[in-house]
């Protein structure tokens, strides 16, 4: 809306009979222009903070026409005119040629022209992306880098959107990829600290798109998600000219607010006239930039033309072993018994067909290829090297995929969720508790599209309520467990399940005001089978003494996961801790939930909770939001 009356208000001015000679026309006129939304889109002007006026996220003083333009729009428009209207200079490139899609839009605006110039780079960049259709690409979370947590994005400029078969997207395509310039002598500390406080740097980087896939999807093993945008003509090319433009200037970045998906954000609301991501939350995650874009309109039509699974390696070796049928996975298991151990003699093996030896051996080096990206074991080279040959004197072909149907980022259960539960305490009795969370998602409703069987929860607080008041049972600041599941069973590297977290809950079931403050850290082995997934983890736990005996104490934690069906799954638990210093230093807990999915954003919980003092009857429903 306010773009449409900052247009109409410029259009006015245009056809109020000034010329644009008339000094008072040219002020009010640039000045309309100034504060409109795609002028500030074009300049990344974010929206002004809470703390002062808004200012360009560009750091390159190239990038700026005016030498106040960073911070002043209009003088950057008065800049930007008038080196658009000077005569080209034969060996210095014309304001045209650095910034087209400022020339674009302005000449759209005033209805002027521009000198014509050459512009050797800006043409290439026109030949080799005409007609490319522009796109998101969303990189599942990844819990081994604090800044991949929430998943990661990246525009996507396709050559093609016609069917492309089982490659799904062309690899010669050419991926943009917003990204920290993060030394290599930074340890954690120093990252974690200059990503949420500041100190990096970041630029677009453009590359094509194997680089990516070879990245997330065969050495992270992250799902990719293709979200291909219906843009109009016009806006395409505008968005195209303006990705030139930004492609290797240095942005501001913050872990939480500036960026991929900001950044990304206010790249595409150069054409979109909404507000993509939230103006001032304390956070933007990926995540909610995409469920914008499944939601937004580009000239009264939906902005989302469509998705695109582009699977893992771990996930493309799943289907593989999972098309085999029951006889055929034993004999892969025969062929490659250990990690070290492939036996090409086996006797079930020989008793196949030719074509069925084929689907075999296909399994079994996509598995070795999963395994050289995930570990550095020695003898991974020389198994994968006679599986090949093994292949080679073998019928050409393979058999195709059997796809498993991956929902879309869009269409999963929203991240944040509010909780409303009645709870029976055998000592402490009946009480209403209310549960906020607003990232990400736990053990009972973690999926395939986000991370499976893991649980990331930030800010996670839970209070309960009765005829005394309102108290605090827990507020847990960050949650992140992964049990590294494994569906396919054959040879393995060591995967290590781990937990940590951190907070302030009760003590004790029987007390409704014993607080203490908690932080935790396990690591430990999980086993998949058929539907279930049970666990078990050991490590320290450093707490307060408020209601405990011993600041550090071991903790050993044991449980189960069953996933009865795509609606329904179950968690059993049982946590002992002992600091060593009797009674008051050690607690058991145990906990038995179930989940049924009610919809897409509401479920119900029942659940057993307790320890060595009272135990819990608990009944709740969740709306996700």
């Not at 000198?115 to 030949?127: L, R, T, V």
């Amino acid at each position: 809306m306010r773009r449409l009356v900052v247009t109409l208000s410029v259009l006015v001015y245009l056809y109020s009979g000034y010329s644009l000679a008339d000094e008072a026309y040219s002020m009010v006129d640039e000045a309309a222009l100034a504060e409109h939304p795609q002028w500030l889109s074009l300049l990344h002007f974010d929206r002004g903070s809470l703390f002062g006026r808004s200012r360009s996220a560009v750091l390159d003083d190239g990038f700026f026409l005016a030498p106040t333009g960073k911070n002043d729009p209009l003088a950057e428009l008065t800049a930007t005119l008038a080196r658009l209207r000077a005569p080209v200079v034969e060996g210095e490139p014309h304001a045209s040629c650095r910034f087209p899609a400022r020339a674009l839009w302005l000449s759209h605006m005033i209805d002027e022209q521009w000198s014509e110039a050459e512009c050797p780079e800006w043409e290439a960049w026109q030949q080799e992306h005409a007609g490319a259709e522009v796109g998101l690409m969303f990189a599942s979370g990844y819990l081994g880098n604090p800044a991949s947590f929430f998943g990661h994005l990246m525009l996507h400029l396709a050559q093609d959107s016609a069917d492309q078969g089982m490659t799904f997207i062309r690899l010669l395509d050419t991926s943009l990829n917003f990204g920290a310039d993060v030394p290599a002598s930074d340890g954690l500390l120093t990252y974690m600290a200059k990503g949420l406080l500041g100190g990096y740097e970041a630029e677009y980087s453009r590359a094509p798109f194997y680089h990516n896939t070879s990245l997330y999807s065969e050495r992270e093993m992250r799902d990719l998600w293709h979200y291909r945008l219906a843009l109009p003509e016009e806006e395409r090319k505008l968005l195209l000219a303006h990705i030139f433009e930004v492609t290797g200037q240095r942005f501001e970045y913050l872990f939480l607010t500036q960026n991929c998906a900001s950044r990304i954000a206010r790249t595409l609301e150069l054409v979109v006239n909404d507000d993509l991501t939230p103006g001032h939350a304390p956070w933007v995650a990926p995540e909610t930039l995409v469920r914008a874009i499944g939601k937004a309109e580009v000239a009264g039509r939906p902005l989302l033309a469509g998705t695109r699974h582009v699977p893992s390696r771990r996930l493309q070796t799943e289907w593989r072993y999972q098309a085999l049928s029951i006889d055929e996975q034993a004999v892969a298991r025969a062929v490659w018994p250990k990690v070290g151990t492939l036996n090409l003699q086996a006797e079930s093996y020989h008793d196949l067909a030719p074509e069925r030896q084929a689907a075999v051996v296909d399994t079994l080096l996509s598995h070795a290829a999963f395994l050289m990206q995930t570990g550095d074991e020695s003898g991974l080279a020389e198994i994968n090297r006679q599986l090949l040959q093994a292949r080679l004197q073998l019928p050409a072909g393979t058999d195709s995929l059997k796809i498993d149907n991956q929902v879309p980022l869009h269409e999963v259960t929203s991240p944040a969720l509010i909780r409303l539960t009645a709870v029976h305490n055998n000592e402490i009795g009946n009480v209403f508790s209310l549960t906020l969370r607003f990232l990400q998602y736990d053990l009972m409703d973690s999926n395939s599209t986000r991370m499976p069987n893991a649980a990331l929860e930030i800010g996670r607080t839970e209070l309960d309520f009765d005829h005394g008041g309102v108290r605090l049972r827990q507020l847990e600041l960050f949650h992140v467990t992964n049990l590294h599941a494994r569906n396919v069973h054959l040879p393995a590297l060591s995967n290590v399940v781990w937990h940590t977290s951190a907070g302030i809950e009760r003590s004790r079931f029987d007390c409704a005001d014993c607080l203490d403050s908690y932080a935790v850290l396990l690591a430990g082995k999980s086993y998949q089978f058929s539907h279930y997934l049970p666990f078990f983890m050991g490590g320290l736990q450093l707490r307060s003494e408020n209601h405990k005996d011993g600041y550090l104490a071991p903790l050993v934690q044991l449980g189960m996961l069953g996933n009865w069906t795509s609606n329904q799954r179950s968690l059993l638990q049982l946590v002992h801790t002992d600091s060593l210093k009797g009674d008051a230093g050690r607690r058991t807990r145990w906990l038995l939930q179930h989940r049924v999915a009610l919809g897409d954003n509401l479920d119900l919980r029942i659940g057993l909770e307790g320890d060595d003092h009272a135990c819990e009857m608990r009944f709740g429903f969740s709306r996700y939001f």
